[in-house]
């Protein structure tokens, strides 16, 4: 094993088991991945099955562990919470949920319908909550708990074109800190991740295309764009007992790019 998660023991997740939403691609695949390759069994949930049922076969062959997709709207709490219920059956338990599942494109908050407004925040915010509520009761059984939430750094600062994504990551923030609080007598750890611009990911051929991407990439203090694996490799620390007493905590993983003044790479609205 090579790369950022050559640090970790092979079998550090062993007898875990984790349900992964957004985890058929992206960064949430590298999530779901990175687990099963260090020893845990991996429900992937999204909306779609094909696209499940490949990501999930793929997985399976590369860590030898066992990874099922179950096509689910995180939108919809009776959804998500059959999707749980099969995720026990299968495993018999639950003890970590990635809230990864999100919607984001570009819009001037002038243009921005309060339809696209409220998709965003119903999938992205909204989502975090019905997983993480459906899941209350199997991650209070596990004794070793963590709900992982994916941020993102756009809040931290103004950033042009993303008031709805923004709006949405700022109350994942808020989530995850207070979920820390009521929940961590159940010894369920919630914590989250903020990552910056990230490449070979849906987002940023969306968010930062062309000559946009090599500017932004060389203003970054790192001087390049982060990975998929290095997201993965910050979820495996979280979800290790390495992390055992950290909870309440955004882990922003970005290279830099949001304590640079100013925020770079998004151009002003015309």
């Known amino acids: 094993m090579s790369g950022p998660l050559s640090v970790f023991r092979d079998n550090v997740l062993s007898g875990h088991v984790a349900l992964v939403t957004g985890g058929g691609t992206g960064i949430c695949r590298g999530i779901a991945a990175a687990y099963a390759r260090l020893g845990a069994d991996v429900c992937i949930v999204s909306r779609k099955q094909d696209v499940l049922d490949a990501a999930a ?45 999100a919607g984001n494109f570009l819009a001037p908050a002038a243009a921005l319908s309060p339809n696209g407004f409220k998709t965003v925040i119903d999938i992205d915010l909204l989502g975090t909550f019905n997983t993480s509520r459906a899941a209350f009761e199997a991650l209070s059984a596990s004794g070793d708990a963590l709900i992982l939430n994916i941020s993102a750094t756009l809040h931290y600062h103004g950033t042009p074109l993303q008031v709805h994504a923004s709006a949405a990551k700022a109350g994942v ?59 993965a490799a910050a979820a495996v620390y979280l979800r290790s007992p390495a992390a055992g007493y950290v909870t309440g905590h955004v882990l922003v993983v970005d290279g830099g790019h949001c304590v640079a003044t100013p925020p770079l790479g998004m151009a002003f609205p015309t």
Not at 189 to 199: M, N, Q, S, T, W
């Open 57 to 101: 076969r793929e997985l399976s062959e590369q860590s030898g562990r066992t990874v099922i997709g179950v096509a689910a709207d995180v939108r919809n709490p009776d959804a998500i919470a059959a999707a749980i219920r099969t995720t026990i059956d299968r495993f018999g338990k639950l003890d970590t949920v990635v809230n990864g599942a």
């Open 173 to 231: 923030d808020a989530v995850t800190k207070n979920l820390a609080v009521e929940w961590g007598r159940f010894r369920i750890r919630v914590c989250g991740i903020a990552p910056g611009p990230i490449a070979e990911t849906e987002g940023m051929k969306r968010l930062a295309p062309g000559e946009v991407t090599e500017k932004m990439a060389a203003a970054i203090p790192a001087a390049r764009f982060g990975t998929i694996e290095e997201i």
